[in-house]
Nanobody, 123 residues
Framework: QVQLVESGGGLVQAGGSLSLSCAASGRYAMGWFRQAPGKEREIVAVISWSGSSTYYAISVKGRFTISRDNTKNTVYLQMNSLKPEDTAVYYC????????????????????WGQGTQVTVSS
């Protein structure tokens, strides 16, 4: 069983920035997803184990950056120019990956999930 430890999140004004991190040891493709009240969970950004491949939801592209440091077994999500519509619970997810360059872009691809961290953007 993989344990994902998330940190970061909180309350910020529109236009501000927040950073999330998620620690998981092992060779995993990883991603960040979010779920707003009354809405389905959706992809935010995902990254291959190598870090060389990434994918972003259109709604966050150009504002969010996913990265990883495999020496620290940690994946990061830097969120800039935050908008009220970014308010959600953000979840880290992982999947063991034999292809270090592969990104996985659907929720069902990920068997392991963190507990979630709240991000609230005030207008």
């Amino acid at each position: 069983q993989v344990q994902l430890v998330e940190s970061g999140g909180g309350l910020v004004q529109a236009g501000g920035s927040l950073s999330l991190s998620c620690a998981a040891s092992g060779r995993y493709a990883m991603g960040w997803f979010r779920q707003a009240p009354g809405k389905e969970r959706e992809i935010v950004a995902v990254i291959s184990w190598s870090g060389s491949s990434t994918y972003y939801a259109i709604s966050v592209k150009g504002r969010f950056t996913i990265s990883r440091d495999n020496t620290k077994n940690t994946v990061y999500l830097q969120m800039n120019s935050l908008k009220p519509e970014d308010t959600a619970v953000y979840y880290c997810a992982a999947r063991a990956s034999g292809d270090i360059f592969r990104v996985l872009v659907t929720i069902k691809d990920y068997p392991y999930w963190g507990q979630g961290t709240q991000v609230t953007v005030s207008s």
